[in-house]
C-alpha cells in the first residue's frame, strides 16, 4: 500500500475522517491509476473530482480541439484554449489544483488501435465518451482484460449511471444490445446537467476503488433531471452475451463466496 505524506494527509483530512473511510481507503486511492475518457463536461468534471480526492494517476483521453459551444460545461476549460486540444488545458488545470496527482494527457480518441493499451494500463476507467462506437470498445476491452468500468452517459436533461464488473455484472452490450442514434451535437445541455452526472460518476469510481459505500453494480441509475426523479433499475444480464457472456460464465463456476466487508475494493500493486 502506498503511504501518505503530511501534506496528503492534511490535504485528504476531512475524507480520512468518513466513518469507514480513514487512512486505509485514501491509500488505495493513491495507488490507483484511472482511465478517464471523453474529457468533456461529463469526463472533464469527473477527472476532477478524483483529483481533488488523491487518485495517485489520471490517464485522460481525447481527441480533437476545444470548441467555444463547449465551454458551457468545460470547468477545465479557459476561453483562451478555444481551438486546442482540450485534453492539454485538463492536464494543466488539474495540475494546478492537485500536483499530488499524476496526470498523463492523450490527444487521441478510443480506437481498437489504442484500446487495449489503454486499458491495460489502468485498474478501472471511466466511459464518458461522446459516442456509442468508443464506448462498445473500451467496454469490450475492459471485459477482455477484466477491468471494471463506470458508465455514464446523457441526453438533453436525462442521463443514467451504472457500474460494470466483468464476470460480475451486465456489460455495456448487455444494457444496450442495441444502439440508439446519437448525435454528440444533436442534443441541448446545460452544464449542470453534465455536471451532476459526472459527480455521480467520480463516487462510483471512489466507492469501487475503496471498498465504501455500495457500487451501483448490476442497477442501472436513470435519472430525469427535469422533474428531479431517479429511478434504479435491474438490467437484463444475458448469459450468451457476445461480449461478456463467456467471462461471466467462468466467473460464475469459480466465484468464491466473500464475506469480507471491502470486498467490493479493488486491490492493487506497485
Not at 170 to 183: A, G, Q, R, Y
Request: glycine share 8%.
Amino acid at each position: 500500500m502506498f503511504n501518505l505524506t503530511p501534506t496528503e494527509l492534511e490535504r485528504y483530512r476531512r475524507q480520512i475522517m468518513l466513518p469507514g473511510f480513514g487512512e486505509e481507503s485514501q491509500q488505495r486511492l493513491k495507488a490507483a491509476r484511472v482511465l478517464v475518457t471523453g474529457v468533456g463536461g461529463l469526463g472533464g468534471t469527473a477527472a476532477l473530482y478524483l483529483a481533488v480526492a488523491g487518485i495517485g494517476k489520471l490517464i485522460l483521453v481525447r481527441g480533437g480541439e476545444l470548441r467555444l459551444d463547449d465551454m458551457n460545461r468545460q470547468i477545465l476549460m479557459t476561453h483562451n484554449w478555444v481551438g486546442k486540444p482540450r485534453v492539454f488545458q485538463a492536464m494543466e488545470t488539474l495540475r494546478a489544483i492537485n500536483p499530488d496527482v499524476e496526470i498523463e494527457a492523450i490527444c487521441e480518441y478510443v480506437t481498437s488501435e489504442n484500446v487495449d493499451r489503454l486499458v491495460q494500463s489502468v485498474d478501472i476507467a471511466l466511459d464518458c465518451a461522446h459516442n456509442f462506437a468508443e464506448r462498445d470498445r473500451l467496454n469490450a476491452a475492459c471485459v477482455r482484460w477484466k477491468k471494471p468500468m463506470v458508465e455514464a452517459a446523457m441526453n438533453n436533461m436525462e442521463a443514467y449511471l451504472t457500474t460494470i464488473v466483468p464476470g460480475q455484472t451486465p456489460c455495456l452490450s448487455c444494457i444496450f444490445p442495441e444502439k440508439p442514434e446519437w448525435n454528440r451535437r444533436g442534443f441541448g445541455v446545460i452544464g449542470a446537467v453534465s455536471g451532476t452526472l459526472a459527480c455521480l460518476t467520480a463516487l462510483e469510481a471512489i466507492k469501487l476503488l475503496t471498498g465504501i459505500g455500495q457500487p451501483l453494480l448490476s442497477q442501472l441509475l436513470t435519472m430525469d433531471l427535469n422533474q428531479l426523479e431517479f429511478a434504479k433499475r435491474r438490467p437484463y444480464h444475458d448469459p450468451n452475451c457476445p461480449v461478456c457472456g463467456r467471462v461471466s460464465q467462468e466467473s460464475e463456476r469459480s466465484a468464491p463466496k466473500q464475506k469480507n466487508p471491502r470486498a467490493n475494493a479493488l486491490t492493487f500493486t506497485k
